[in-house]
């Protein structure tokens, strides 16, 4: 198993505050890991960060032996890494088709054959959006236009998804239809690292779970390990401030 | 040496005339997200209506500034009301806010046009000769007084805005208007009477322009520019910030005759503009993520 | 040879249209008899069909919206009048290179401008066009500062030629509209109008398409200025940079349909007809009058001419196919119609909210 995505010494400071504070992570080829921590842990900005989107302070990443931060976010989804957003951002007055097909435009999928058009569509039905392809985002409920961002990542022809808490706010049916979404995504190939809140979800997807509090990672293991660690138990309960 | 400190003191003086006009577009933008293009219209029309009541009625000018205020409050109010209220909100808004605003100073221009032709107007009082002297130096009583007045008036806003509960709810919608509806505060009230306080404070800052320019229909767009360089330059949070782009802004422009020609001296803002943004790409209020 | 293969976003019928369109505007001043005063009016009005077009790639698009266009209006005016005067160059030469001048200027402001959104870069722009007006009236040696510059008569093309010469120009800017609209480069556009962030997480490289069509929209309109200076023989820095300028590219494209593709040809065309009606009547009600309709299109029809263009066909029954609306202007698909609802409508749940 190699190790596609890869990052040192991580850190993202926003003026005095340390975001994201010396991590050190990987993520094997065909591996699902979770990342989880309380709220303001760093999570969404280590993805940022990973992705491009925004410049680390110190620290690397690098996809597949090609270094991915602090370089543009564009360039980074043309080398294989896509993310998706805690808070969805389709393009509003765009279709659901037309927003795969921007992906799929310029996210220089690697090998896609045949039209754009139907690889986009061959995409919605495995996703469970076909029948909705000509419909607007804002005709979406909330779990389609989960799914719609998720779409869209993957028509850039991502080797390493990058999914943002995608089961928050689902109801628990909902819940289940993207855990096993995500495992499928895996089954096609895709290396995904997931942020969840959601524990049962994410703790029965993830191969390996990590674990940020205040910018720095505390834990890292198989889901059980990390459940029982007390550090992590501290973190998410609170310390007695002494 | 002397030419220096004279020009600090001027620069200190012209600062505090561009906080004024600074803070009702800062305000506007900072609540409701909208660029008043009408600011430039606003402060023309309320230079002229100066100018009426001083010829007509023969009220001083500074003696004419509650009238100011009220009739430029109802106008910002009726703005909000008739015209901004129906604009939508994000994306498809802004551009849409741009342009109906700016129709709407081109028609102000116009009218101002109609009744007062397009030559130049001033507003002589007995004393807009008299001077003052500060630190060795002579400076025309009207520009000390303006800049009292507009210091005064940032005062007030300081304290409307800290201090009451309209102030408290004014700020609340600025930061999330979706969260105020829940906790019962009106946002669409707030909206508009922001809107008016804004307009108020463009038409308190154009009563202070007609005592120190001379102006014409086409009035204000050099300081729609310089506000917006201010506000970005500052921040448009907090008076403090504002205050603070506008200082940087007028000692930029005065000191600048050392290295261009006067008429270059508007471009000035500009180019400070550019630098900044060019310095800070994310401009001077960056999106910080939070995980 | 090969046959000649259509890319995806052209369809054959829309190519028809626009050769015959070409064509009967071409052969109009030879069968029909116009006065001359209406023949050179319509070929000054070519240019401002392109000038308004070229301006909607940024404003209409991208999303852009620039008050300072007339910035790059002037610089092509008087650089193609200066290479005229100097070094007699023809004048189809002299436009190509005061565009290509006014499309690098636009470049140098533009693209550390560009990463700022919506306000912040259309006051910008304020500032772009005013900087550069006081910078041409002073350079007197360039401009002729307040006197401008006069082209000798018998140089360059009369104004009837100039017809044919707005014509093509104007064809070139409407092809151009169609693809930058049509092909995949217009999906990015609209992606990047829509969220510029979003846009970039996807894979557009915002900052080089934005750059790309400023510099397209620059460089048009400083042809469009090269062909003022030829059809006027008189140019000067206060007319050509002048606000007023700027604001009336912004009226043609607004009132004709912001970012439709051909809206803003048709705003141009009401715009002079406007403009010719009032000069004669009411002069000074002109800009009160852009005002107000400014106001009245952004209230009530967003998309302007265009927009309710697009209501009459569908009141007649016939559904926009997405390649052709009612009245033969074209309009991206379903896009155009959720772009900017009728503004009394609420807002679409879920759409437009500020991330």
Avoid at chain 2, 235 to 241: I, K, L, Q
């Amino acid at each position: 198993m190699s190790r596609i995505l890869v990052g040192q010494g991580v850190s993202k400071h926003f003026g005095g505050l340390k975001a994201v504070d010396e991590v050190d992570f990987h993520l094997e080829e065909g591996e699902i890991l979770g990342l989880i921590g309380p709220n303001g842990a760093g999570k969404t900005t280590l993805f940022s960060v990973a992705a491009g989107s925004i410049p680390a302070t110190r620290g690397t990443v690098w996809l597949q032996g090609e270094r991915v931060s602090g370089r543009s976010a564009h360039r980074s989804v043309h080398l294989g890494m896509a993310r998706t957003h805690q808070i969805v951002r389709p393009f509003a007055r765009l279709t659901v088709l037309e927003n795969l097909l921007v992906g799929h435009y310029y996210g220089r999928p690697q090998g896609a054959t045949g039209s754009a058009h139907d690889r986009a569509m061959e995409i919605l039905q495995f996703i469970g959006l076909g029948d909705r392809a000509d419909r607007l985002p804002g005709e979406l409920t909330l779990a389609d236009r989960k799914r719609l961002e998720v779409a869209r990542a993957l028509a850039t022809g991502p080797k390493v998804l990058l999914l943002d808490e995608v089961v928050a706010g689902l109801n628990p049916v909902e819940s289940q239809q993207v855990v096993q979404l995500i495992r499928q995504i895996r089954e096609r190939g895709h290396s995904i690292i997931v942020i969840e809140h959601v524990m049962h979800a994410l703790m029965s997807l993830s191969d390996r779970v990590m674990v940020l509090d205040h910018g720095r990672k505390i834990a890292e293991g198989k889901p059980a390990e990390v459940a029982n660690d007390p550090a992590v138990v501290e973190a998410y309960l609170g310390r007695e401030e002494g | 040496m002397g030419q220096a400190l004279s020009l600090a003191v001027s620069a200190v003086l012209l600062a505090g005339f561009y906080a004024a006009m600074a803070y009702g577009l800062g305000l506007i933008y900072g609540v409701l997200r909208v660029v008043n293009l009408a600011h430039g219209g606003l402060l023309m029309a309320s230079a002229y209506l100066t100018w009426q009541l001083f010829t007509r009625f023969h009220i001083d000018p500074y003696l004419a500034i509650p009238i100011v205020l009220v009739v430029f409050f109802g106008a910002g109010i009726a703005m909000y009301k008739g015209l901004v209220r129906f604009l939508p909100r994000g994306a498809a808004g802004g551009v849409q806010s741009l342009l109906l605003l700016f129709g709407t100073w081109l028609v102000l221009r116009n009218v101002a046009y109609l009744l007062f032709s397009g030559d130049d107007q001033a507003v002589r009082t007995s004393y807009s000769t008299a001077a003052v002297r500060i630190l060795g130096n002579s400076f025309s009583l009207n520009r000390v007084v303006v800049f009292v007045i507009a210091v005064l008036a940032m005062l007030a806003l300081h304290v409307l805005l800290q201090r009451t509960f309209l102030g408290k709810a004014i700020r609340a919608v600025a930061q999330n208007p979706d969260s105020c509806t829940l906790v019962g505060i009106d946002v669409e009230r707030v909206y508009a009477l922001t809107f008016g306080i804004g307009a108020a404070l463009a038409g308190l800052a154009g009563l202070l322009a007609s005592t120190l320019f001379a102006f014409n229909p086409a009035f204000g767009a050099e300081e729609v520019l310089r506000s917006f360089v201010i506000i970005v330059l500052g921040g448009m949070g907090s008076v403090v910030g504002i205050a603070l782009g506008a200082l940087v802004l007028a000692f930029a422009e005065v000191f600048s005759i050392y290295l261009v020609p006067s008429y270059l001296t508007s471009a000035v803002g500009f180019v400070l503009l550019v630098v900044v943004l060019v310095v800070r790409p994310n401009g001077l209020f960056g999106r910080r993520e939070v995980a | 040879m090969r046959g000649l293969r259509l890319p995806a976003w052209l369809s054959g019928r829309t190519l028809l249209l626009f050769a015959a369109g070409l064509a009967v505007l071409y052969a109009a001043p030879l069968v029909l008899s116009m006065g001359d005063y209406t023949h050179n009016v319509m070929g000054l009005t070519f240019m401002f069909m392109a000038a308004a077009l070229a301006w909607n790639w940024l404003g209409g698009y991208v999303g852009q919206i620039s008050f300072g266009h007339s910035a790059m209006f002037g610089v092509g005016g008087f650089v193609a009048a200066r290479l005229a005067l100097e070094l007699s160059l023809p004048f189809w030469a002299a436009w190509c290179i005061g565009g290509l001048v006014a499309g690098i200027y636009a470049l140098l402001w533009g693209h550390p401008t560009l990463r700022l959104r919506g306000p912040y870069f259309a006051i910008a722009t304020i500032g772009v066009g005013e900087a550069t007006r006081l910078v041409a009236t002073y350079w007197d040696e360039f401009t002729g500062g307040s006197s401008g510059l006069s082209l000798p008569i018998g140089q360059g093309p009369t104004k009837y030629a100039l017809y044919w010469y707005g014509l093509y120009l104007l064809a070139g800017a409407v092809a151009l509209s169609y693809w930058l609209r049509r092909s995949r480069i217009g999906l990015g556009l609209l992606a990047i109008k829509e969220d510029v962030e979003a846009a970039g997480d996807v894979g557009v490289n915002a900052t080089f398409y934005q750059d790309l069509v400023l510099f397209l929209s620059g460089t048009v309109m400083g042809v469009c200025g090269g062909f003022y200076a030829s059809y006027q023989a008189f140019i000067d820095p206060q007319d050509m940079f002048s606000f007023d300028r700027s604001i009336g590219f912004i009226l043609m494209a607004v009132i004709g349909g912001i970012g439709t593709i051909l809206g803003p040809a048709l705003g141009a065309v009401v715009f002079v007809m406007i403009q010719e009606f009032l000069l004669a009547t009411y002069p000074q009600l002109y800009l009160g009058l852009y005002g107000l309709l400014l106001v009245l299109v952004i209230l009530f029809e967003p998309l302007g001419i265009s927009g309710l263009l697009l209501r009459l066909g569908r009141r007649l029954g016939r559904r926009p196919t997405p390649g052709v609306a009612a009245g033969g202007i074209a309009t991206s698909s379903s896009a155009a119609e959720g772009e900017q609802q009728p503004v009394l409508e609420s807002p679409r749940p879920g759409q437009g909210g500020a991330a």
